[in-house]
Structures are given as structure tokens and as C-alpha cells.
């Protein structure tokens, strides 16, 4: 969570303000200069349109050109508003691309370095559960937004499984116009407030400031950039007479001749490098004694923002910077900041998310010599965020290093790219000399051949290679590519006697809940849902009994229960009540430990209470899950969406408790979207929508009566389905 200092952007005015003593005031109020007060200008109307938007859409979108003062204009709403928010969050995606995955990703970096997460991990994921553990909104902001804001985009931007709770301003330069969700037009500052401002920095008549502020057309920036050519001389009738069609540019390229070298040095790295902020750690690197003398100058001088401590050039002012001042080496200056970068230790969460970002810019330009690109794109590689492109540009320029040849397999396999992935696999296992890195290789190629299909013979012979090692997470490898390939049989007996021979036992603790994951698979692929079911149980249950809450592997395990694959226990048969009793006891007991835990929002505390109320429902206890599920249904309906399996089978059993097509309609939907028009789950709940429509309109109930019969007609057999009245077990 974080505040902002603003002091000199555009949309404020700045006075004079001491106290008794002649020192500088409440630090709140203190800004880059440390002697001034910032008052906020104008914008009332866009300042409670905001907040409206906010509490009705929970989205917003301030729209204007670069420099109107939006940024400042979303922190004075923070300054008036943020008592009434539990977090408060802010990322600048400034020198992201403009491709919808890496904006994502950049949103995500910034939120995990702010959050202090370490690299593997969904951030996102941990975000939205930060903010739905909160007892009221939170504040999301997120700015320099590149390329075209899309529904689809903005959908992901608002990251919907946080919920109701949070609120999300976006900011770009790019228009706005057409889009589905409120926008306020951060439009020219109104004359008399410009005027203000503009007197505020020198005397002059009210007419004198009027002129100044037409000729400016309000724009926020260029009203500022006036004030302070006011402030050191200029007079009104002069500067108005040299006002142009560009303002903002000239008066910048005034402001160049006021900066000292270092300043100079600065902004120019700045126009050279990646947008993103500069942190003081790194600006202390590249000038030494001087970094403080020029990060203020150009804060006095309104080419960079203080904003959470960090540095942000304008990038108007990088641009002014590009064209006007005097033309120098940029190479070597590019390889002196690079040196910077290189050295920064990234203590820092947050100064390292940034510092990542220049290096990966710097790892980009022609000029440097390879061995730096190489060390930059080590350290961007190193930070574990956005790393694909470098993994890919480390593999080609180090052809002969297995090492950098598997860490880019790895990567690629999990990104998707199947066919990079196996090259860079198969040069690497020639070239490791290293047993285990070897063995390393020779997995991650056979793993991708797998997940390619067709080279079957290549496969096993690399797989009779592996398995000769007797490694136990090599032997979950190979039993999983069998039942990837359908051979349920051979991979479940396989799990069954490795777990046998494992055993219990904290050293194998690991492996064994492995195996029991990949086994529950294998029984769910084999049509022995129930056993899958109880096997999760207990493999939750030894989870929690090594107190190991928050482990990935229990994670994976308890949205396996809720997964699309495994399908609702509404036709089982209900004579083992014993072992049903038992499940929904123990799913309980998991339910209450994570609630206590976790939060009761939680998205694992959410997947229990459904899939305890499903084992409620196998053991005949039908009244009971109903009360389950109306204490989370609508916490349910506000994390999940309609096409998550957690979601659609919650609705799904609410529609067989109570009745309702609405209850039908979403989980026939939701199961429609996950897995398609004729999977079971899919065929189970137009089942219960057509029978529920029958009443209301017969028509379309026969069509998707007679969808299911085509399909299934065993689901009209007596007895396969949850009756809506049903009685007390």
C-alpha cells in the first residue's frame, strides 16, 4: 500500500508556507523543496464524478492528453478519499509494451514487489485475496497504461477475482472514446482556475493572467511551466506574445538552460532508458554525490515527479530532453548506467521491480558490448518477472551452455512454446557434462515430447534412460506422461506401488503427496470419481497435520475437488453414508481451519464450503448443504466467474436444492464455457434447466430436454437426480 507526494505537478499550485520556527511544516505536507504547501486546483466536478463511477462500476477511466494532470488529479482524489479505503495500491506500467500479456505481467510485478512476494507465485492471485480479506473497498491505480484500452484488457487490469471490494482507476494517454465502463475527461484547467494558478507565481491583473491562461489553452502542465517562467522574471504581455502552437515543448526547452550538468545527465538517461521511475538507489549509483542535487532540480524545474519515493520523468520531458539538449555519446552513457544498474544490489522489493525493468530496456540496445547485454539479461532473469524474451535472447547467444539452454526450456514449456522448448532441451543434454543437469535436460525433453504427441518412439527411449535412476519425482514423470497418453491402468498401479514403497514418513512426505495428486488424476480420468474425491481428503488432511497451510501442493489438491473434471456426487449411490459422513466431517473441519486462517473470503475457504456442502449432499443431508451454500453464495458469485468450476457447481447444487431456472441457467453456462456443450457436468445441468423451464416456457424447455436425451439419455433413468423438496436424512 502506498501514498504519494505530488508537490509540483501539474493541476497544483504551490505557496510559501513556513511555520512558527521557519522550518517546514507537517511532513504530509513537504514536498520535493521542503519549504512549499500544495494546493489542489479546480477539478471538484471530475473529482465526485470519480468517486461515483468508483462506487457504481468500481472502474474508472480519467481521459486527456499527456500532461493534464491526471496523475495528480487520481492522487488529489487519495488525498480526499482515502480514509474511506482499507488499502490503497498504485503501478505505473511506464515502459511496458503495449501487448495485453506483458501489461498484465507488468501490473503483477509491480503489485508483487510492493507486496514483497518472492518470484514464483501468482501475485494477482494474492492481491485479490489481500484485498478481499479487507473489511471495506481498496483502492487500485493503475497508470501510463500503453497501447488501446479493450473491455477485454481493462477485465483483466480490474483483476475481477478480487471482487466487490476494490475499486480501480486506469490511466493512459491513448483516447478513450467507446469504451464500456465511466470516464471522467480531465479536460483544460477553467480559465480562472489557471488564472489563479498563474498569479499565484507573480503579480499581475486579472485580465494579464486570463490572456496567459487562453493562450495555454489550460493544459495543467503548461500552466505550471508558466507559473515558474513568471516566477523567474518573465513578465505576462512578454511570455504571452512567445506562446506558440506548442507550449508545453517550448516552455520545457526554456527550463533546459536553468539545469546543471548532473540534472542534464539524468534526464538525458531517462530519455534513453525505459519510462519506468528512476529509484533513488539507482540515480545515488550512476551520479554519486550529485544525485540528489539533480533529482531535485528536475522535480523544481517540473521534468520529474516524486511519487512513492521514486523518480518519474515526464514524458513530454524526455521527449523536449531527445530534441533539444546538446547531442553527446550516448553509447557511453548508456554503458555508464548500465554499470549502475548492474551493481544495484536489489534489496529493495520495489526498487528492484524498477531497476529490472531498465535492464531489461538497456539488455535491448545494439550499441552495448554483448558481454554487459549478456549480464543484463542475467540480472532481469535473476528477478523473476517478465522473463521469457531473455531466456530466449540468453539461449541464442549462449548456444553452447546447457545451463542457460535448460533454465530456457523450462520457461518456454511452461509459456507454451513446445517446439522452442524441446530444441533448447535437446542441445542441452549433449552438452551437460553434470549428471544431474544432464538428467535435468533429457526431463524436460521428454516432458515436452510428451506434451507435443507423435515422437512416442524418442519418448520412451529417453523415459528407459530416466527411470534406470530410481529418482522418485523422475518415477511421477513417466506415470504421468502414461496417463497422458490414456494408459490409466499402468499409470495407477505404477502410483499405488510407489506410494507403497515410499511410505510414511517426513522424508518422503513431499513424493508421496505428489503421487496421491497424480493418482487422484488417474482415478478421475478412470471414472472413479468417488475415490478420487476421498484421496484428496486425506492428502489435505496430511497437509494440514504437518501444519503446512499455505503449501502449493495443498493448494493444487483442494482445486482439484472443485475441479470440472470431477463431477457432482448427485448420482452415486448413496449406501456408503459411512464414508460420506466422514468426508463432509473432515471437509468441515478444513473449511472452519482456513476461515480461522485465511479470512472467510478466501478463495480456498469459498472451494471448501462448496465441495463440503457436495459430501453433505452424498451423505443425504441435503438441508444442511442448502444452508452451506446461501452462507456463500454470494461471496461465491463475487470471486469466482460463471465459468469456474467452483462457481457452476455451486449453482448447480442450488438449483437442484431450491429450483429456480436462474440456478440452472448459470451453471448450464458456466459448464458450457469450461467444458462444452455435451461433457456430462454440461448435459447434468441443462438437465435441470429444461425441467425447471417446462412451467414457464415449454418450447425451449423441449429443446434442451431433448439436447440432454440425444446425448444422455441415461440421466432420465429413476432415482439420478436431487429432488428440489428433498427430506431430512
Not at 527411470?467 to 494408459?487: H, P, Q
Not at 452415486?572 to 473470503?601: C, M, Q, S, V, Y
Not at 443425504?620 to 457452476?648: C, H, T
Amino acid at each position: 500500500m502506498v501514498t504519494s507526494s505530488t508537490l509540483g505537478h501539474p493541476g497544483y499550485r504551490v505557496v510559501p508556507e513556513r511555520n512558527r520556527r521557519g522550518r517546514c511544516g507537517s511532513g504530509a505536507l513537504c514536498g520535493v523543496l521542503g519549504i512549499f504547501l500544495r494546493v489542489f486546483i479546480g477539478r471538484l466536478a471530475e473529482l465526485r464524478a470519480l468517486h461515483t463511477a468508483l462506487a457504481e462500476s468500481r472502474v474508472c477511466v480519467p481521459a486527456g492528453p499527456p500532461g493534464a494532470g491526471k496523475t495528480a488529479f487520481a492522487t488529489e482524489y487519495v488525498t480526499r478519499s482515502g480514509a474511506g479505503y482499507r488499502g490503497i495500491w498504485r503501478v505505473s506500467l511506464a515502459g511496458s509494451s503495449a501487448d495485453p500479456d506483458e501489461t498484465v505481467a507488468t501490473l503483477a510485478a509491480g503489485l508483487r514487489a510492493q507486496m514483497a512476494l518472492p518470484p514464483s507465485g501468482d501475485a494477482l492471485a494474492e492481491f485479490a485475496e489481500r484485498v478481499a480479506a479487507e473489511s471495506g473497498p481498496s483502492l487500485l491505480i493503475v497508470d501510463d497504461i500503453p497501447g488501446e484500452l479493450d473491455d477485454d484488457l481493462i477485465g483483466r487490469l480490474t483483476v475481477p477475482s478480487a471482487g466487490r471490494r476494490l475499486r480501480t482507476v486506469l490511466i493512459t494517454n491513448r483516447d478513450v472514446a467507446g469504451l464500456a465502463v465511466p470516464t471522467v475527461d480531465i479536460g483544460p484547467l477553467d480559465i480562472a482556475d489557471a488564472a489563479g494558478i498563474l498569479r499565484g507565481h507573480r503579480d499581475g491583473t486579472e485580465q494579464e493572467a486570463a490572456e496567459l491562461a487562453e493562450r495555454l489553452d489550460g493544459h495543467a502542465l503548461s500552466v505550471r511551466l508558466a507559473g515558474l517562467a513568471l516566477r523567474d522574471g518573465s513578465g505576462y504581455t512578454k511570455l504571452t506574445g512567445r506562446i506558440g502552437n506548442h507550449p508545453v515543448a517550448m516552455l520545457l526547452r526554456d527550463r533546459l538552460d536553468a539545469l546543471s550538468e548532473p540534472a542534464c545527465r539524468l534526464l538525458r538517461v531517462s530519455a534513453l532508458t525505459s519510462p519506468a521511475a528512476l529509484p533513488p538507489g539507482l540515480i545515488r549509483l550512476f551520479l554519486g554525490a550529485a544525485a540528489e542535487q539533480a533529482a531535485d532540480e528536475l522535480a523544481r524545474h517540473l521534468f520529474a515527479t516524486r511519487i512513492d519515493g521514486t523518480w518519474h520523468v515526464h514524458s513530454l520531458a524526455r521527449d523536449v530532453a531527445r530534441r533539444y539538449l546538446p547531442p553527446i555519446d550516448w553509447t557511453r552513457l548508456a554503458r555508464q548506467f548500465a554499470d549502475a544498474v548492474l551493481d544495484h544490489p536489489w534489496s529493495d522489493p520495489i526498487e528492484s521491480f524498477l531497476v529490472a525493468r531498465h535492464a531489461a530496456r538497456l539488455s535491448g540496445r545494439p550499441d552495448l558490448p554483448g558481454a554487459v547485454v549478456d549480464r543484463l539479461h542475467r540480472r532481469v532473469v535473476a528477478h523473476g518477472s517478465m522473463t521469457l524474451p531473455h531466456h530466449r535472447d540468453l539461449a541464442e547467444q549462449n548456444f553452447d551452455d546447457p545451463a542457460v539452454l535448460t533454465e530456457a526450456a523450462q520457461h518456454l514449456r511452461a509459456a507454451g512454446d513446445l517446439e522452442e522448448a524441446r530444441d533448447c532441451a535437446d542441445r542441452a543434454v549433449p552438452l551437460a557434462n553434470d549428471p544431474a543437469l544432464r538428467h535435468r535436460a533429457r526431463l524436460l525433453l521428454a516432458e515436452t515430447l510428451e506434451d507435443l504427441g507423435g515422437d512416442t518412439t524418442r519418448a520412451d527411449a529417453l523415459w528407459t534412460i530416466l527411470t534406470s535412476s530410481n529418482d522418485t519425482g523422475t518415477a511421477i514423470a513417466y506415470l504421468r506422461s502414461r496417463r497422458l497418453r490414456g494408459e490409466h491402468e499402468e499409470s495407477r498401479t505404477g502410483l499405488i506401488d510407489l506410494i507403497d514403497r515410499l511410505g510414511p514418513g517426513s522424508a518422503a512426505f513431499g513424493p508421496v503427496q505428489e503421487a496421491q495428486r497424480e493418482l487422484a488424476r488417474a482415478e478421475i480420468e478412470a471414472g472413479s470419481e468417488a475415490s478420487a474425491r476421498r484421496r484428496l481428503v486425506r492428502v489435505i488432511a496430511d497437509y494440514l497435520s504437518w501444519r503446512r497451510d499455505d503449501h502449493p501442493g495443498l493448494i493444487e489438491a483442494v482445486r482439484m475437488l472443485a475441479a470440472a473434471e470431477l463431477a457432482l456426487p448427485l448420482t452415486e449411490p448413496k449406501n456408503d453414508r459411512t464414508i460420506w459422513e466422514e468426508t463432509a466431517r473432515e471437509l468441515r473441519r478444513f473449511r472452519g481451519r482456513f476461515a480461522t486462517g485465511h479470512g472467510p473470503r478466501h478463495t480456498l475457504t469459498l472451494t471448501l464450503a462448496v465441495v463440503h456442502a457436495e459430501a453433505l449432499v452424498a451423505w443425504g443431508r441435503y438441508e444442511e448443504a442448502v444452508q452451506e451454500l446461501a452462507a456463500v453464495r454470494e461471496d461465491v458469485r463475487d470471486r469466482f466467474a460463471l465459468d469456474e468450476p467452483v462457481r457452476f457447481r455451486a449453482e448447480l447444487l442450488f438449483g437442484w436444492a431450491v429450483g429456480g431456472d436462474e440456478h440452472f441457467e448459470d451453471a448450464f453456462q458456466g459448464a458450457r464455457q469450461a467444458l462444452g456443450d455435451t461433457h456430462p457436468q454440461t448435459l447434468r445441468a441443462e438437465l435441470g434447466l429444461g425441467v425447471a423451464l417446462k412451467p414457464v416456457n415449454r418450447s425451449r424447455a423441449a429443446r434442451h430436454i431433448l439436447h440432454v436425451l440425444r446425448h444422455a439419455p441415461a440421466m432420465f433413468l429413476p432415482g439420478q437426480n436431487w429432488p428440489r423438496t428433498a427430506p431430512q436424512a
